[in-house]
């Protein structure tokens, strides 16, 4: 028998948006006439595939409004498709909001008691459960007092206790876990691995926290505008996740500076309004370039031949095309000469989004382009592998067009001329995208080194550990204390510990390179896989307030190397406990005297005991 319990085919759900509330009455009765204006459709859910085995522990992830919600509510069986199809072959409990199923005027315990016995839970069995609920949520001062006078944590605590009683073959939570605090968040998801573990429930889980779902979920579903965008594990999904945040919100200021060209024009000239088209060299992913790339020219064509000329390294003052230069935006160099060409370099730091933008208006784009493709002609020289794109984006940043330009490192100046393939903005980088940053101070080398020196990944509890950096100050007006951070996380999901240095000057005109190397003797790490970020961020970056960004979009991020490291720490023979995240190291004293050092045994005072 197939072990699939959950499937879903071309399965879409379709919400008609009305314009007025009586709409929504007659379309009720069936007496609504179609027609412009009375309603709208939107399409939660597209023509979504999917298969779930038994005892998989699945996260549904993504933005607000992208669908997940209504994917688990279609199967929790609250709603109904509008079409396709979706099969469901086991018993289902779901969580999708915080008060569903209790009444507010009864008491806790009359609450718990009246859902058990919807499931035809009664007598003797449900007074063992009711006291293992209570139990769990540590509520036993208020278990008798009406649902009303609860706070949204302790009402989440009892629903969710009383949902995961049952141990449901299925288990659906929506986003119901954030609600509460950290100690019950983490005694919840131990609640939910017993069940998954122990009793072999599926769970499907809806969240935001990337993280702490890791901690519970092997794989990981991205749902963006309704479509399933990435199914895999859950490194992976969590890593393209991270890069298309940052891409989102490059996304949204390029549509508000858009946006605010346009006003700018149609006050100045009220009469016409302008068209743009906002450019921009950038690599693939939106890595940093590997090395700076001369621009000598861009040139853009439509169906009835050039629309405008871009010559980064001259003056183009007055002219309808002309770079974007606003600061911490861009990554335009200063304008040099190489190889008799005058021109500016696509460079290596400057924007947290790693991009060259320039901006043009025309009267009536749309009719200039006639329904044509655009085509773009770029001269530069071929000086990094890094995989670059030339893009624009007209109709206020919804529509995107790209021509790749070909990269191999050569040196040589190249010209490159191609139709521009047309898309969504919507794109999901095929590269692991782990370095994030404006990369004005950059790591460029991390060696994890052994007693030895040699190079290794593999350490033992109480071996000597040594770490060395290899910097790189890339932006010569660059004079700061930057703090520099390795975090550790074992499993890849608890955060263990870091190492942090701060308060040192780091001067370009000083030296713009050098080596740092962190000692760690004994390494004091429990046995277990750890994964490494490296952090850089500028000197005040983390100073407490306004709205804190989201590190991968964080423009006081130099540098940052996204779990990129793996380390192995083995147990050691003579340590009593190795399922720790790390050692505290402390010394031991017998009768007032220092009999041990905790770890790392000093032999002095190790054969100081065995004398006596």
Known sequence: ????????????????????????????????????????????????????????????????????????????????????????????????????????????????????SQLGVTGGKADRMVDEIVEFTELEEYIDQPIKTYSTGMGMRLMFATSTAIEPEILVLDEVLGVGDAY????????????????????????????????????????????????????????????????????????????????????????????????????????PVERDVPIAFIRIFGPQGELCRLEPGVSTDGDTIRLYLQEGEHNWGE?????????????????????????????????????????????????????????????????????????????????????????????????????????????SEIEFLAADGTPSHIFDVGDSLKIRLVYEIRDPSFRQRPVIQLNFLKEGTTRSHRFALEGQLFDYSQNPRGTLEILAEPLLLGPGGYLVNVVVMSEGGYARGGEKAFFTANDNLLDHHSRAYELVVRPSDNILAN??????????????????????????????????
């Not at 279609?74 to 909001?97: F, K, M, W, Y």
């Not at 579903?221 to 298309?244: F, K, N, P, Q, T």
């Not at 700018?264 to 939106?286: M, P, W, Y």
């Open 335 to 443: 304008v040099l000469e190489d190889s008799g060409r005058i021109c500016r370099s696509f460079s290596r730091h400057g924007s947290i989004y790693h991009r060259a933008p320039f901006v043009t208006g025309f009267h009536d784009l749309e009719k200039l382009l006639d329904g044509g493709l655009l085509e773009a002609e770029v001269e530069y020289r071929d000086s990094s592998s890094t995989p670059c794109l030339i893009e624009l984006f007209h109709d206020n940043g919804l529509k995107r067009s790209w021509l790749r330009l070909g990269n191999d490192g050569s040196g040589e100046w190249r010209r490159v001329r191609g139709k521009l393939t047309s898309g969504t903005q919507l794109e999901v980088s095929q590269q692991n995208i782990r370095r994030y940053g404006t990369q004005r101070f950059f790591i």
């Open 579 to 612: 399922d720790v995240v790390f050692y505290h190291r402390a010394k031991w004293k017998r009768d007032g005297r220092i009999i041990y050092d905790d770890i790392y045994p000093l032999n002095e005072l190790r054969q100081r005991v065995t004398d006596d």
């Open 1 to 116: 028998m197939s072990d699939v319990i959950i499937r879903a085919e071309d399965l879409c759900k379709v919400y008609r948006l009305y314009s007025k509330p009586q709409y929504r009455m007659l379309d009720m009765f069936g007496l609504l006439r179609t027609g412009q204006g009375r309603y709208t459709e939107h399409i939660a859910v597209d023509r979504f595939n999917l298969e779930i085995r038994r005892g998989e522990k699945v996260a549904f992830i993504g933005r607000n409004g992208a669908g997940k919600s209504t994917l688990l509510k279609l199967i929790a069986r609250a709603i109904e498709p509008t079409s396709g199809r979706l099969d469901v072959n086991c018993r289902v409990h779901a969580l999708l909001q915080i008060g569903t199923g209790f009444h507010p005027e009864f008491t806790g315990r009359e609450n718990v008691y009246s859902y058990l």
């Open 184 to 287: 019950f968040a983490q005694k919840s998801y131990e609640k939910i691995k017993s069940l998954c573990e122990g009793q072999g429930s599926t769970l499907l889980l809806v969240t935001h926290d990337l993280y702490s779902a890791m901690e519970v979920c092997e794989r990981f579903i991205w749902i963006e505008r309704g479509a399933l965008l990435m199914d895999a594990d859950a490194g992976s999904v969590i890593h393209r996740y991270e890069a298309s945040i940052r891409d989102q919100q490059e996304a949204r200021l390029r549509r508000r500076h858009m946006k605010a060209l346009s006003e700018n024009n149609q006050t100045a000239s009220k009469s016409v309004e302008d068209n743009h088209l906002f450019g921009q060299i950038r690599c693939e992913g939106n890595i």
